[in-house]
């Protein structure tokens, strides 16, 4: 079973570009999180997805974020304008509908350095 | 609202010794909790969970936690570690949200494993 995927690995921008981060969950996973981790930091939820509904996105600073999932398999995360504070790795990681008993599968995630 | 603590920010131990990873959360409702293991450059990997039943639950590379609701805890514990177990360790709850199971995070614990 191929498992979560996304590209790129790595992302270095200067301030007030943008950037887009690319994640393909697990076939059948209709539950899709983004996170970010800073540096020294545990996992921060961004946006939750159901299928390509938004469940959650409380913690999206929107004004420079945004997220799809439009045909509710691959998704894309973008930022525009970065700050430096956006320095970060981007996870993502997928989940069988309406399993909170089940394990997320995590990406290897993409490191965005800001500059 | 749910959150998840862990209480120690870096663990250093020698090798063949034995470590706790310590892990407190907080809920009104009933969770399900997790251990996830990042090594360096790479998603997260589940450790271990905890649905129901028994309070001690076995996971891979010899861990093992006990989930004691009175503490609301879930301590991460191994006999006797080697070096390759060096690795930064999370604590996550998962809890009913929406449409779907929200996944939190605790801040993580670096554990390094000393010859």
């Known amino acids: 079973e191929a498992g979560v995927a996304q590209s790129p690995r790595y992302k270095i921008i200067e301030k007030r570009q943008s950037v887009a981060f690319w994640c393909n969950p697990i076939?059948?996973?209709?539950?899709l999180y983004w996170y970010q981790q800073i540096l020294g930091q545990g996992p921060k939820l961004l946006i939750q997805f159901q299928n390509n509904g938004v469940v959650d996105d409380s913690q999206l600073p929107k004004d420079r974020f945004s997220a799809e999932r439009l045909k509710g398999v691959d998704s894309t995360l973008k930022i525009q304008p970065a700050k430096l504070e956006d320095s970060a790795v981007y996870l993502c990681a997928s989940r069988p509908a309406g399993m909170m008993n089940t394990e997320a599968f995590f990406g290897q995630g993409t490191r965005l350095t800001v500059v | 609202a749910q959150s998840v603590t862990q209480l120690d920010s870096q663990v250093p131990v020698f090798e063949e010794a034995p470590v706790e990873l310590r892990c407190n959360y907080s809920s009104s409702v009933s969770v399900y909790l997790f251990w996830y293991v990042q090594y360096p450059n790479q998603g997260l990997q589940l450790l271990l969970k905890y649905l129901s039943g028994s309070t001690l639950v076995k996971g891979i590379n010899g861990f093992e936690a006990e989930f004691n609701k009175s503490q609301t805890s879930f301590h991460l514990r191994k006999p006797s570690v080697h070096i390759s177990d060096t690795a930064e360790y999370f604590c996550?709850?998962?809890?009913?949200?929406?449409?779907?199971?929200?996944?939190?995070f605790g801040q993580g614990t670096e554990l390094s494993v000393k010859p």
């Open positions: 996550a709850v998962s809890v009913t949200y929406n449409q779907g199971g929200k996944l939190i």
């Open positions: 076939s059948g996973h209709a539950t």
